[in-house]
């Protein structure tokens, strides 16, 4: 029955979706650390306008979907600076999602291809997509690690981050790019309504697994990498939506985060993350 | 006369679908006016736009059993606000992370559900008019149904209107006061969870969220009293929709498909253009105080 799921064509699903879920595992946690779920979710789902966009115009959908997430990534960090936060970045990702109903009844594509933009299609993966997205990968991991003092520094203690003259604007600005980039990488495997679920669930755990920030994120990219195999493998043996699967191991991870910190509640009260480890330096 | 006559086609007031979508566009703007202002105000915009998006579970349920749409939206949004609320902790971070979890848990079960139907049924188009609406196939006998949810979630907001709006901006105050704060909250959950059902019949699940909070954050702008802003929003949610309408309908023959562009296009951009026309009118005022 699994017969199929490593063969040739396979093999550049597996890779592509093996640097993705990493990523995102490392991404999602400062994505949990600044409780910016929903600029993890308006992203990915603004950029769906992309992919339909590609699709009508026959462009790659990489190129597509990539210029949306900046144009998404761009909009909520400039706009986002006056006015309520949330208001913009719910603005933005409707602004965006009405372009792509826009784009939809133009096109002629069959329901299934936007179907598989939506909700993922593990097939989708084109074998010339694999060193564009190993690059982002690279890019984005390099990313996260120069950055990772100040990112850590304006998530937890933005007031002691301003007086270090790091600007949170910029610090906002950059990781919503992170962000932008797990979509690009992600949104054709996963779905562009699922990505986030990725950058949620997995750091959910392991953020309750170790204090120390680097492990913690460790953690996520390990977490990460099972939910897609998983998924992956499920997908392939029983024909449903890999999106599907993405969004239950979600839930699984936060039951799990959630149990795990109730239990170390129990003998001492837990240090905040990360406060912890700037302490210890 | 020949713009006006451009503007409002032949047939448009006689065509019984329009008329059906004109009243169900009016009483969903009606609706998601107070509630909208008050999301907005409250800063639970996630929490608005996570129950939009799990209703598409509901309304991929509803074509899978073959029910009316609405129901499933409405069943799946009260569900998704439960969940939310029982998962619910005090702290902003952490409510939108239990927030996010119950999205994507149910964005992942409208996955399934819509891959089921376009396999059971020889229907392919479900999955693009749950999660980006058709209010032009509103069926005539959803009407009573949608004036129903509507004027209750009307009642329910003017049932604990002053207590909510205490606690909407000085949350403090209201516990302090003991005005059964858990209580209000959960009467709002509940009116948010119908007005985005209702919303998602109009203009999709995933778009639903323009109509709740683009209007609300508009007159939020413009005006100075909650009273004033909740009439605003009305008044632009309604001409957004009703444009919206009229606009469909005459694209019917637009370039380049010759196939109609969608309703919710054209919501969607009408209220982002009144969003931004209230934010430059608000920057000049404050440029001119200043001179």
């Known amino acids: 029955m699994l017969s199929g799921l490593f063969s040739g064509f396979m093999v550049g699903t597996w890779l592509q979706a093996s640097v993705m879920a990493v990523v995102a595992g490392t991404v999602g946690f400062f994505v949990v650390l600044r409780g910016s779920s929903f600029e993890a979710h308006a992203i990915p789902q603004g950029a769906f306008t992309g992919a339909a966009g590609a699709a009508l115009i026959g462009a790659s959908t990489l190129v597509g979907v990539g210029t949306f997430s900046l144009l998404g990534v761009v909009a909520i960090a400039r706009w986002g600076r006056r006015g309520r936060h949330d208001v913009v970045t719910a603005l933005c990702l409707v602004t965006l999602l009405g372009i792509g109903s826009l784009f939809l009844s133009l096109s002629t594509e069959y329901a299934e291809q936007t179907f598989s933009l939506l909700f993922g299609e593990p097939l989708a993966v084109s074998s010339s997509d694999l060193l564009p997205t190993a690059l982002l990968g690279a890019g984005c991991i390099t990313m996260v690690i120069v950055l990772f003092r100040p990112l850590m520094l304006s998530s937890i203690a933005p007031e002691l981050a301003a007086v270090r003259g790091v600007s949170p604007a910029r610090v906002e600005l950059l990781f919503l790019l992170a962000v932008g980039v797990v979509t690009t990488m992600a949104l054709p495997v996963v779905g562009a309504l699922l990505v986030f679920s990725l950058m949620i669930g997995p750091p959910a755990t392991a953020r309750f697994v170790t204090d120390r920030p680097v492990w913690a994120m460790a953690v996520s990219g390990a977490l990460g990498l099972i939910t897609v195999w998983v998924s992956i493998t499920a997908s392939f043996w029983s024909n449903w939506p890999i999106g599907f699967f993405v969004g239950t191991f979600a839930v699984v991870w936060y039951v799990i985060g959630r149990g795990l910190a109730r239990w170390r509640t129990r003998p001492s009260p837990v240090v905040p993350l990360g406060l912890a480890a700037l302490g210890s330096r | 006369?020949?713009?006006?006559?451009?503007?409002?086609?032949?047939?448009?007031?006689?065509?019984?679908?329009?008329?059906?979508?004109?009243?169900?566009?009016?009483?969903?703007?009606?609706?998601?006016?107070?509630?909208?202002?008050?999301?907005?105000?409250?800063?639970?915009?996630?929490?608005?736009?996570?129950?939009?998006?799990?209703?598409?579970?509901?309304?991929?349920?509803?074509?899978?059993?073959?029910?009316?749409?609405?129901?499933?939206?409405?069943?799946?949004?009260?569900?998704?606000?439960?969940?939310?609320?029982?998962?619910?902790?005090?702290?902003?971070?952490?409510?939108?992370?239990?927030?996010?979890?119950?999205?994507?848990?149910?964005?992942?079960?409208?996955?399934?559900?819509?891959?089921?139907?376009?396999?059971?049924?020889?229907?392919?188009?479900?999955?693009?008019?749950?999660?980006?609406?058709?209010?032009?196939?509103?069926?005539?006998?959803t009407l009573p149904l949608v004036i129903g949810f509507g004027v209750s979630a009307?009642?329910?907001?003017?049932?604990?209107?002053?207590?909510?709006?205490?606690?909407?901006?000085?949350?403090?105050?209201?516990?302090?006061?003991?005005?059964?704060?858990?209580?209000?909250?959960?009467?709002?959950?509940?009116?948010?969870?119908?007005?985005?059902?209702?919303?998602?019949?109009?203009?999709?699940?995933?778009?639903?969220?323009?109509?709740?909070?683009?209007?609300?954050?508009?007159?939020?702008?413009?005006?100075?009293?909650?009273?004033?802003?909740?009439?605003?929003?009305?008044?632009?949610?309604?001409?957004?929709?009703?444009?919206?309408?009229?606009?469909?309908?005459?694209?019917?023959?637009?370039?380049?498909?010759?196939?109609?562009?969608?309703?919710?296009?054209?919501?969607?951009?009408?209220?982002?253009?009144?969003?931004?026309?209230?934010?430059?009118?608000?920057?000049?005022?404050?440029?001119?105080?200043?001179?």
């Open chain 2, 1 to 141: 006369m020949s713009i006006l006559h451009a503007i409002f086609q032949p047939g448009l007031f006689s065509n019984s679908s329009v008329q059906d979508a004109a009243i169900v566009g009016a009483v969903v703007a009606l609706v998601c006016a107070p509630v909208g202002v008050f999301t907005v105000v409250r800063g639970q915009s996630f929490a608005g736009h996570a129950f939009a998006d799990i209703t598409a579970t509901g309304g991929s349920a509803a074509f899978l059993l073959g029910v009316s749409p609405l129901l499933g939206f409405v069943v799946m949004a009260l569900a998704g606000a439960s969940a939310t609320e029982l998962l619910g902790t005090e702290r902003q971070r952490g409510r939108d992370l239990a927030t996010g979890v119950v999205l994507g848990a149910g964005l992942g079960l409208s996955a399934l559900l819509l891959y089921l139907t376009t396999t059971t049924q020889s229907t392919t188009g479900a999955a693009v008019t749950v999660l980006f609406g058709s209010i032009f196939a509103v069926s005539t006998s």
């Open chain 2, 154 to 291: 009307l009642f329910l907001v003017g049932l604990v209107y002053r207590p909510l709006l205490l606690s909407s901006i000085n949350p403090d105050l209201a516990s302090a006061q003991g005005l059964g704060h858990r209580a209000v909250g959960l009467i709002y959950m509940v009116s948010l969870a119908l007005s985005v059902a209702l919303s998602a019949l109009t203009i999709g699940a995933i778009l639903s969220t323009a109509l709740l909070i683009g209007p609300a954050a508009t007159a939020l702008r413009l005006a100075k009293s909650p009273g004033r802003a909740i009439a605003c929003a009305a008044l632009i949610g309604v001409a957004a929709t009703w444009a919206g309408i009229v606009l469909a309908y005459d694209s019917y023959n637009w370039p380049p498909a010759q196939q109609g562009w969608p309703v919710s296009f054209f919501v969607v951009s009408l209220v982002l253009a009144a969003y931004l026309l209230a934010q430059l009118t608000g920057r000049r005022a404050r440029q001119g105080q200043a001179q």
